[in-house]
C-alpha cells in the first residue's frame, strides 16, 4: 500500500471515530422474537416510535417482544429538526380502530408494561387527546394488570386535553422536553416556545392525578453542561419526577447533524446531578430514549410508594418481566 492510501485510509477511518466514536455502537437483531414482533405490529396495522424515527434500540427491544407503539397515525403536523417522522397535513383523519388494535398488540405480546406515543395533530381540536383515553381503554379493557405510560405531545398547552388523559390514570404521564431551552426553537420550530413544554409538565404535576410526571431530551446538539443543569433544574421546579438523557443519533442525512457525542462518563455526570437535584428516577446513556427499558421506573420504591397503594402495595407483579 502506498503511502497516499495509508493516508486516505487513516483520513477516512479518523472521520469514521470522530463521527462514531467506540460507545455509539448498536448492532443489528433477528430471530424469532423479533419477527414475531414485526408481523404483530405489520397484522394490525399499527406504526410504532421504533420504525418511524429510527430508532437505534429497535433490534434489541422487538427481540425482547416489545415496542413503543405510536397512535393517531403516521404524519406528524409538526417537522422538528431532529425527527424522522413524516411531517404533513392528516386533515383531522383519524383510525377509530386503532385503539382496539393496539390492546390486542398489549394483550398477543404479554407485555405487563406498555410504552405509548403519539405523532403531534394540532389539526385535531383536543390534540389527540380523546384518542389517548380510548387507547388506555382498550388495553385496560384486553390486559387488565398491564401498567401504561403515556409519552404525549404538548397539546398547544391546553390544560383541558392534559387533564382528560390524567383523568384515565396511566401510571406515568410522560412529555418530552427534548432540549436546553436555547436551542429549543431551533430544533422544534420558532412557533413553539420552551415554556410551552415546561407548561405541560407543570400543569400534569398540579393537576394532582396519581401518574409519575416523567420527561427526556436528547444532548449532542451543542448544549454546555451549564444549560444541562439549568434544564434539569427547569424539570424539577415544573414538578417533574423522572428524566431520561440520551445522545442525539442523525436518524437520516435529512434531519439536524450530530454537534457532539457526549461521553458516557458526562452522561453519567448528568444522572448523578438529576439524582442531586431530586429525581426520583434519571437514567442517562448513549442510547437511552424515554421508552427505553422504562419499566425500570416502576420497579423503584418511589413508584412503589406513589402508585403501590392502587395494586394492594405490590408493584412487582405488574413490572415488565422481560
Given at each position: 500500500?502506498?503511502?497516499?492510501?495509508?493516508?486516505?485510509?487513516?483520513?477516512?477511518?479518523?472521520?469514521?471515530?470522530?463521527?462514531?466514536?467506540?460507545?455509539?455502537?448498536?448492532?443489528?437483531?433477528?430471530?424469532?422474537?423479533?419477527?414475531?414482533?414485526?408481523?404483530?405490529?405489520?397484522?394490525?396495522?399499527?406504526?410504532?416510535?421504533?420504525?418511524?424515527?429510527?430508532?437505534?434500540?429497535?433490534?434489541?427491544?422487538?427481540?425482547?417482544?416489545?415496542?413503543?407503539?405510536?397512535i393517531l397515525g403516521n404524519l406528524c403536523t409538526r417537522n422538528c429538526r431532529y425527527c424522522s417522522v413524516p411531517g404533513g397535513k392528516p386533515q383531522g383523519e383519524v383510525d377509530r380502530d386503532e385503539p382496539e388494535h393496539v390492546g390486542e398488540a398489549v394483550a398477543r405480546m404479554g407485555l405487563k408494561h406498555a410504552v405509548i406515543t403519539s405523532v403531534t395533530r394540532d389539526d385535531l381540536p383536543d390534540g389527540g387527546a380523546a384518542h389517548f383515553v380510548a387507547t388506555i381503554l382498550a388495553i385496560?379493557?384486553?390486559?387488565?394488570?398491564?401498567?401504561?405510560?403515556?409519552?404525549?405531545?404538548?397539546?398547544?398547552?391546553?390544560?383541558d386535553a392534559i387533564h382528560t388523559v390524567l383523568d384515565a390514570a396511566p401510571e406515568v404521564f410522560g412529555h418530552n422536553i427534548e432540549t436546553v431551552e436555547r436551542l429549543y426553537s431551533t430544533l422544534r420550530?420558532?412557533?413553539?416556545?420552551?415554556?410551552?413544554?415546561?407548561?405541560?409538565?407543570?400543569?400534569?404535576?398540579?393537576?394532582?392525578a396519581?401518574?409519575?410526571?416523567?420527561?427526556?431530551?436528547?444532548?449532542?446538539?451543542?448544549?454546555?453542561?451549564?444549560?444541562?443543569?439549568a434544564l434539569l433544574r427547569d424539570l424539577r421546579a415544573a414538578g417533574c419526577e423522572a428524566v431520561s438523557i440520551g445522545q442525539y443519533l442523525r436518524p437520516s442525512r435529512k434531519q439536524r447533524e450530530v454537534a457532539e457525542y457526549v461521553t458516557p462518563e458526562q452522561l453519567q455526570d448528568y444522572e448523578d446531578l438529576a439524582r442531586s437535584l431530586g429525581f426520583a428516577f434519571a437514567a442517562?446513556?448513549?442510547?437511552?430514549?424515554?421508552?427505553?427499558?422504562?419499566?425500570?421506573?416502576?420497579?423503584?420504591?418511589?413508584?412503589?410508594?406513589?402508585?403501590?397503594?392502587?395494586?394492594?402495595?405490590?408493584?412487582?407483579?405488574?413490572?415488565?418481566?422481560?
Open positions: 500500500m502506498s503511502d497516499t492510501e495509508r493516508s486516505k485510509q487513516k483520513s477516512t477511518t479518523s472521520r469514521a471515530e470522530r463521527r462514531f466514536p467506540e460507545w455509539i455502537r448498536t448492532g443489528w437483531a433477528s430471530g424469532a422474537d423479533f419477527a414475531f414482533t414485526k408481523e404483530l405490529v405489520e397484522d394490525l396495522n399499527l406504526h410504532t416510535v421504533c420504525q418511524s424515527a429510527r430508532c437505534p434500540n429497535q433490534g434489541e427491544c422487538w427481540k425482547r417482544r416489545t415496542a413503543t407503539f405510536m385496560r379493557a384486553a390486559s387488565p394488570s398491564t401498567t401504561i405510560e403515556l409519552l404525549v405531545p404538548d397539546f398547544l398547552g391546553d390544560a420550530g420558532r412557533r413553539y416556545a420552551y415554556d410551552l413544554g415546561l407548561s405541560v409538565l407543570r400543569e400534569a404535576a398540579a393537576y394532582g396519581p401518574s409519575i410526571v416523567k420527561s427526556a431530551f436528547m444532548v449532542g446538539h451543542g448544549e454546555t453542561p451549564a444549560e444541562v443543569e442517562a446513556g448513549p442510547f437511552v430514549r424515554s421508552s427505553y427499558r422504562s419499566e425500570e421506573l416502576l420497579q423503584t420504591e418511589y413508584a412503589r410508594r406513589r402508585l403501590g397503594a392502587r395494586y394492594g402495595g405490590d408493584m412487582e407483579e405488574h413490572t415488565d418481566a422481560r
